[in-house]
């Protein structure tokens, strides 16, 4: 499956994988995949990992569907990781974009090292 899912409760901490070709029905999967973990936390931060992603074939409208309905809440921080194509990175900067319009915190890195660093150093920023 090109997109999967980890609630790692212990670092307090959502994972979403994907790789191949994306599209609507693997980011659809993937909510789903997050809504029936019973370890789901929307209080837990956010990483997308998209390294491994050759193509998508995602649409405008499933972009603004998932931003728009997201099940996380709060003063989270949400990571996504890129290495591909202009034309898929131009795809998740339309995501970030959105995302930004919600006055979320959300934030583009080359690795996931630097994402998950990333996330830690925001944790520290915020109220407890």
């Known amino acids: 499956m090109p997109a999967h899912v980890t609630v790692d409760r212990e670092r307090k901490l959502v994972i ?3 790789s191949g070709t994306v599209t609507d029905e693997e980011f659809l999967e993937a909510r789903k995949q997050v809504l029936a973990d019973p370890t789901f936390d929307p209080c837990f931060d956010r990483l997308w990992d998209f390294s491994a992603v050759i193509s998508e074939q ?3 409208e499933a ?3 998932l931003v728009e309905k997201s099940p996380f809440v709060g003063d989270i921080s949400r990571a ?3 290495s591909m194509s202009p034309k898929a990175l131009a ?3 339309e995501f970030v974009s959105q995302s930004r319009r919600l006055n979320r915190r959300i934030a583009v890195f080359p690795t996931r090292q630097s994402a998950e660093q ?3 150093s925001e944790r520290s920023t915020r109220p407890p």
């Open 16 to 18: 979403t994988v994907c």
């Open 58 to 60: 995602v649409s405008e």
């Open 63 to 65: 972009i603004a569907r």
């Open 80 to 82: 996504v990781v890129v």
């Open 91 to 93: 795809r998740i900067m």
């Open 118 to 120: 990333w996330i830690e």
